[in-house]
């Protein structure tokens, strides 16, 4: 099942071609079909126990595929596919008649696979791998309207942080996984004890925190996710609220057991979660646009997650799992009411909408239902998440003023856009507004309606729910008791509060909008223009970096190479004490004395040759001494190739050298000889003594028996070279082949240069360098 979205994806253009619109009915069948099957192990994981499975995929690297299903991965698994059956269906409308609408159900359908593929892996590369899928398909949702800059920027802005971090969680994984010798998380689960003892594990657990802030949009990493609502809506409704950031969020849940009892994760994520909820309800509070104002609160429920999770004692992550799975219900059916609105009002600027309730009747009963559920209004699933965080944070510190701050903020975010939108007098809209088509109408209003149906059946809700969630983030059953009835306690005053001070701010919402944005603008700096300066800084950086490692000049980048190969040989050797001992100098007879002779006299006449031409030639005679050397010991195969290397190497130099406009002689100054020289003899000496230290090594012969064995066996070839060249090793050699092919033909190309002129069509400042180089 996990893979049916898959092949929805490669099915949904075709489908849309045929189909139109109605095609989603038929596509949202591959999230939905999947659905049925999660819901039903809903008995088995209510019971306590998982259910897991996999396949052996890539076993030599430890990437078998193993997933398993508990209370928190099935939870969460359902919500993407729920809620990914109904956008499915959303977009069929709200993208009717789009040239992309195939593309666009496809990425969705893409992303519901990757995200599933987060929650339901235990292995730990697998996890990683999805992870960074996540990210990619979501950059192809937000960025999908690429022809607008303001999408690209979203796009690519929430690539680079949810990938970067990404890249910081991978390295934190293979950390855990080095000190427990584990690939999964079920192992780093049962070996957290040995984790939270070893050395490092303070820089695994900060590796691993900035991979979940900043795809679940933690302070600072959180300006990357308003800015993602230049997708459509169907993403802000999908990835934006009910998945994609929570996945941040499912990782810290599934990784409590390991690092829940260290000092770190107890002051981390109450501090980031507790500042990212009050700055993103802050935020909430000055936008205007619809979109904004829910991206801004989901923002802020994020880190009201995070600080639960972090302050992690048993009510806590309690009050955590219940508002998770309130949340994806009743954000979801706002922003996909936001979409309604604006796509049948034709705007979402809340200042220029106003008494819509008459002309959209059911859009405004679910908006209203929708924020009683955001706002903690008693006999929604919404009251029971804040009465659990309530009980939570009774201590009266400083994280329960942060929570009934931040949740009157979002109180008065979400029936503004309830009440202001759709009460009052009627505002002319851009289009004659009406309720949508039944495509359009279906996900808002089911999952409003069911933030009030499972609060009505708390039995049920936390027996198959709640509790298994629970269950699983803390490692022992636990029961959940809180009903959607209001009793008199502590946690209801609070409740009680949080409704009186939510209802001032949207009483007076004009006014403090306005002076949040005068704040702001005192403020002026934030991580929005950080990001753009690291950016840019960057990209100034590396041409810099570029212009300082390519100036242009042949000279500089050989002397570069070979300056590294002398260090990268000689000092090991001299560092670590491998320098190898003297060597014996065998017997020599007559005539291979003679040709180790020629060779040191062709090498003398390259350095005191007058001519270029002069200098080739002698080094030509030098490299056939070598080859008749390599004949002489019983190599004719290699004897064979030097003799062919150094003629083409002859004769091509030589071509060239007549072509191209070249001093005939060497007009170096002495400082320049004496420099190259130094770097020559280096690479001579490093080369010689790194051969030497090779062979006073025991020689391994696993190889040669190997090929000795198999070459005629297999390879059906009497000759061991020739078939490790043409079989064993075919395919490199075919890249040599290659190699050499693409190195004639940029002979050839020098051969035929003709300098073309330079025309300055514009004023760069750094034409003349080039034109010189």
């Given at each position: 099942?996990?893979?049916?979205?898959?092949?929805?994806?490669?099915?949904?253009?075709?489908?849309?071609?045929?189909?139109?619109?109605?095609?989603?009915?038929?596509?949202?069948?591959?999230?939905?079909?999947?659905?049925?099957?999660?819901?039903?192990?809903?008995?088995?994981?209510?019971?306590?126990?998982?259910?897991?499975?996999?396949?052996?995929?890539?076993?030599?690297?430890?990437?078998?595929?193993?997933?398993?299903?508990?209370?928190?991965?099935?939870?969460?698994?359902?919500?993407?596919?729920?809620?990914?059956?109904?956008?499915?269906?959303?977009?069929?409308?709200?993208?009717?008649?789009?040239?992309?609408?195939?593309?666009?159900?496809?990425?969705?359908?893409?992303?519901?696979?990757?995200?599933?593929?987060?929650?339901?892996?235990?292995?730990?590369?697998?996890?990683?791998?999805?992870?960074?899928?996540?990210?990619?398909?979501?950059?192809?949702?937000?960025?999908?309207?690429?022809?607008?800059?303001?999408?690209?920027?979203?796009?690519?802005?929430?690539?680079?942080?949810?990938?970067?971090?990404?890249?910081?969680?991978?390295?934190?994984?293979?950390?855990?996984?080095?000190?427990?010798?584990?690939?999964?998380?079920?192992?780093?689960?049962?070996?957290?004890?040995?984790?939270?003892?070893?050395?490092?594990?303070?820089?695994?657990?900060?590796?691993?925190?900035?991979?979940?802030?900043?795809?679940?949009?933690?302070?600072?990493?959180?300006?990357?996710?308003?800015?993602?609502?230049?997708?459509?809506?169907?993403?802000?409704?999908?990835?934006?609220?009910?998945?994609?950031?929570?996945?941040?969020?499912?990782?810290?849940?599934?990784?409590?057991?390991?690092?829940?009892?260290?000092?770190?994760?107890?002051?981390?994520?109450?501090?980031?979660?507790?500042?990212?909820?009050?700055?993103?309800?802050?935020?909430?509070?000055?936008?205007?646009?619809?979109?904004?104002?829910?991206?801004?609160?989901?923002v802020a429920s994020l880190g009201l997650l995070v600080m639960l999770t972090g302050i992690g004692h048993e009510k806590a992550i309690e009050a955590a799992v219940l508002y998770l799975f309130a949340h994806a219900l009743f954000?979801?059916?706002?922003?996909?009411?936001?979409?309604?609105?604006?796509?049948?009002?034709?705007?979402?600027?809340?200042?220029?909408?106003?008494?819509?309730?008459?002309?959209?009747?059911?859009?405004?009963?679910?908006?209203?239902?929708?924020?009683?559920?955001?706002?903690?209004?008693?006999?929604?699933?919404?009251?029971?998440?804040?009465?659990?965080?309530?009980?939570?944070?009774?201590?009266?510190?400083?994280?329960?003023?942060?929570?009934?701050?931040?949740?009157?903020?979002?109180?008065?975010?979400?029936?503004?856009?309830?009440?202001?939108?759709?009460?009052?007098?009627?505002?002319?809209?851009?289009?004659?507004?009406?309720?949508?088509?039944?495509?359009?109408?279906?996900?808002?209003?089911?999952?409003?309606?069911?933030?009030?149906?499972?609060?009505?059946?708390?039995?049920?809700?936390?027996?198959?729910?709640?509790?298994?969630?629970?269950?699983?983030?803390?490692?022992?059953?636990?029961?959940?008791?809180?009903?959607?009835?209001?009793?008199?306690?502590?946690?209801?005053?609070?409740?009680?509060?949080?409704?009186?001070?939510?209802?001032?701010?949207?009483?007076?919402?004009?006014?403090?909008?306005?002076?949040?944005?005068?704040?702001?603008?005192?403020?002026?700096?934030?991580?929005?223009?950080?990001?753009?300066?690291?950016?840019?800084?960057?990209?100034?950086?590396?041409?810099?970096?570029?212009?300082?490692?390519?100036?242009?000049?042949?000279?500089?980048?050989?002397?570069?190479?070979?300056?590294?190969?002398?260090?990268?040989?000689?000092?090991?050797?001299?560092?670590?004490?491998?320098?190898?001992?003297?060597?014996?100098?065998?017997?020599?007879?007559?005539?291979?004395?003679?040709?180790?002779?020629?060779?040191?006299?062709?090498?003398?006449?390259?350095?005191?040759?007058?001519?270029?031409?002069?200098?080739?030639?002698?080094?030509?005679?030098?490299?056939?001494?070598?080859?008749?050397?390599?004949?002489?010991?019983?190599?004719?195969?290699?004897?064979?190739?030097?003799?062919?290397?150094?003629?083409?190497?002859?004769?091509?130099?030589?071509?060239?050298?007549?072509?191209?406009?070249?001093?005939?002689?060497?007009?170096?100054?002495?400082?320049?000889?004496?420099?190259?020289?130094?770097?020559?003899?280096?690479?001579?000496?490093?080369?010689?003594?790194?051969?030497?230290?090779?062979?006073?090594?025991?020689?391994?012969?696993?190889?040669?028996?190997?090929?000795?064995?198999?070459?005629?066996?297999?390879?059906?070839?009497?000759?061991?070279?020739?078939?490790?060249?043409?079989?064993?090793?075919?395919?490199?050699?075919?890249?040599?082949?290659?190699?050499?092919?693409?190195?004639?033909?940029?002979?050839?190309?020098?051969?035929?240069?003709?300098?073309?002129?330079?025309?300055?069509?514009?004023?760069?400042?750094?034409?003349?360098?080039?034109?010189?180089?």
């Amino acid at each position: 099942m996990l893979f049916a979205p898959l092949l929805g994806a490669a099915l949904s253009p075709l489908l849309v071609r045929a189909m139109g619109h109605n095609a989603a009915w038929i596509l949202a069948l591959f999230l939905f079909v999947p659905f049925l099957v999660f819901a039903g192990h809903l008995d088995t994981v209510a019971t306590g126990n998982a259910i897991t499975g996999g396949f052996a995929w890539a076993p030599t690297f430890g990437a078998d595929f193993i997933w398993k299903l508990d209370g928190l991965s099935l939870t969460f698994a359902m919500l993407i596919s729920g809620i990914g059956t109904l956008i499915v269906l959303y977009s069929g409308a709200y993208l009717k008649g789009h040239p992309g609408q195939g593309r666009f159900v496809a990425f969705i359908l893409m992303f519901s696979f990757s995200m599933l593929g987060v929650v339901v892996s235990d292995n730990l590369l697998m996890l990683f791998i999805y992870w960074e899928l996540t990210s990619i398909t979501s950059f192809l949702l937000i960025g999908f309207d690429h022809e607008r800059e303001a999408a690209r920027r979203g796009a690519y802005q929430a690539l680079l942080v949810t990938g970067g971090g990404g890249l910081c969680l991978l390295a934190g994984l293979l950390m855990l996984g080095q000190m427990t010798g584990a690939n999964s998380v079920s192992g780093l689960i049962a070996g957290g004890a040995a984790i939270r003892e070893h050395y490092l594990v303070e820089a695994a657990l900060v590796l691993v925190l900035l991979g979940a802030f900043t795809k679940s949009a933690q302070f600072p990493f959180h300006f990357w996710l308003p800015n993602a609502m230049e997708a459509p809506t169907p993403v802000s409704a999908f990835l934006h609220s009910a998945t994609m950031v929570k996945a941040g969020v499912y990782l810290l849940m599934r990784l409590y057991p390991v690092f829940g009892e260290m000092d770190l994760w107890q002051t981390a994520l109450p501090l980031f979660g507790g500042v990212t909820l009050l700055v993103g309800g802050f935020l909430a509070l000055r936008q205007t646009d619809l979109k904004l104002m829910l991206a801004y609160t989901t923002v802020a429920s994020l880190g009201l997650l995070v600080m639960l999770t972090g302050i992690g004692h048993e009510k806590a992550i309690e009050a955590a799992v219940l508002y998770l799975f309130a949340h994806a219900l009743f954000k979801g059916a706002l922003f996909m009411i936001a979409g309604v609105i604006d796509h049948e009002a034709g705007s979402r600027d809340i200042t220029k909408l106003g008494g819509l309730g008459r002309a959209m009747p059911i859009t405004f009963a679910a908006a209203l239902i929708a924020a009683c559920s955001m706002g903690g209004i008693p006999f929604f699933a919404g009251f029971m998440a804040k009465e659990e965080i309530y009980a939570a944070l009774a201590t009266g510190n400083l994280a329960m003023i942060a929570a009934i701050t931040g949740n009157a903020m979002m109180f008065a975010i979400g029936f503004a856009i309830a009440l202001k939108v759709f009460m009052g007098a009627a505002v002319e809209t851009p289009k004659h507004a009406h309720d949508g088509p039944v495509l359009l109408m279906a996900g808002p209003v089911l999952l409003a309606i069911m933030g009030l149906v499972v609060a009505l059946v708390p039995t049920e809700l936390h027996q198959f729910i709640s509790s298994p969630m629970a269950t699983a983030v803390l490692g022992a059953p636990t029961h959940v008791e809180i009903t959607a009835i209001p009793h008199i306690s502590l946690p209801f005053l609070l409740s009680i509060l949080t409704i009186v001070l939510g209802a001032v701010i949207l009483l007076f919402l004009d006014r403090v909008r306005t002076a949040a944005a005068r704040l702001l603008e005192i403020i002026g700096w934030g991580p929005d223009r950080g990001f753009d300066q690291i950016v840019s800084g960057t990209v100034r950086g590396a041409w810099h970096l570029t212009r300082f490692l390519q100036p242009g000049r042949l000279e500089i980048y050989l002397t570069v190479v070979f300056i590294v190969i002398a260090l990268s040989l000689l000092w090991p050797l001299f560092a670590f004490g491998e320098l190898p001992a003297w060597p014996s100098w065998p017997a020599l007879q007559i005539h291979e004395a003679a040709f180790m002779l020629i060779a040191v006299i062709g090498l003398v006449a390259v350095l005191i040759a007058r001519s270029r031409i002069t200098a080739i030639v002698a080094l030509g005679i030098q490299g056939f001494a070598i080859a008749v050397l390599y004949l002489l010991f019983g190599a004719p195969d290699l004897s064979f190739t030097q003799f062919m290397v150094e003629t083409l190497s002859v004769v091509i130099l030589a071509l060239i050298m007549t072509r191209l406009r070249l001093d005939v002689t060497d007009r170096r100054p002495p400082s320049h000889v004496l420099f190259d020289g130094t770097i020559a003899i280096a690479c001579g000496v490093g080369f010689a003594l790194f051969l030497l230290r090779a062979v006073e090594i025991p020689f391994n012969t696993e190889l040669t028996e190997f090929f000795s064995q198999y070459s005629k066996v297999v390879a059906h070839g009497a000759n061991v070279v020739n078939v490790i060249i043409v079989d064993f090793r075919g395919t490199d050699t075919l890249g040599e082949i290659a190699v050499v092919t693409i190195t004639c033909l940029a002979i050839l190309a020098l051969i035929r240069l003709r300098a073309a002129p330079v025309t300055k069509t514009f004023n760069d400042p750094d034409l003349e360098e080039r034109e010189r180089i």
